[in-house]
């Protein structure tokens, strides 16, 4: 009798087992779906999938023995999957932004040495325009010294010219 209750028992726990696999695999595969097509914005938002199923599960699913770990089973799975999986697409993003930051960071600083170079261009032909400037402002000052010089000679010539004139 109880080998019979024990064989009985087994065959119970394996229907039950499956039924309960079953029933979850229901449920869970859309999950999947949803996790391979990319459909989830976030995990919070696969995890509120994820227990959603727990309880639906844990208050309809089928009767037997060893519900509760069956179930625990599948969503340890489930989460390692989609932890995966977030995992694996942060890191293709951060891989991404670095890329771009690299990219943007190239490009800035490309252009920082362009205007650096435009910048010192600017100032050497400041420079040069204001040598220019002051040899020319020097020429002119030394022209109006010189004028300024034959302007006192011409008055002193006139004035002696007059003198002569006179006397």
Do not use: H, W
């Amino acid at each position: 009798f109880k080998q019979k209750y024990s064989q009985i028992k087994s065959e119970n726990e394996k229907e039950a087992q499956k039924q309960a696999q079953a029933y979850l695999q229901n449920y869970f595969t859309p999950v999947e779906d949803k996790l391979r097509n990319q459909q989830y914005a976030d995990f919070n938002e696969f995890e509120k999938d994820i227990k959603e199923i727990e309880q639906i599960f844990m208050e309809r699913g089928p009767p037997g023995p060893n519900r509760k770990a069956i179930c625990q089973d599948y969503i340890i799975n489930s989460l390692i999957d989609g932890c995966d999986y977030f995992l694996r697409t942060m890191k293709s993003e951060l891989k991404l932004q670095d890329s771009l930051t690299k990219e943007s960071q190239s490009k800035l600083e490309a252009r920082i040495q362009e205007l650096k170079t435009d910048l010192q261009k600017c100032k050497d032909e400041s420079d040069s325009k204001i040598r220019t400037l002051e040899n020319e402002k020097a020429q002119l000052n030394a022209k109006e010294q010189s004028m300024r010089e034959s302007l006192n000679e011409l008055k002193k010539e006139k004035e002696n010219s007059e003198k002569e004139y006179k006397t």
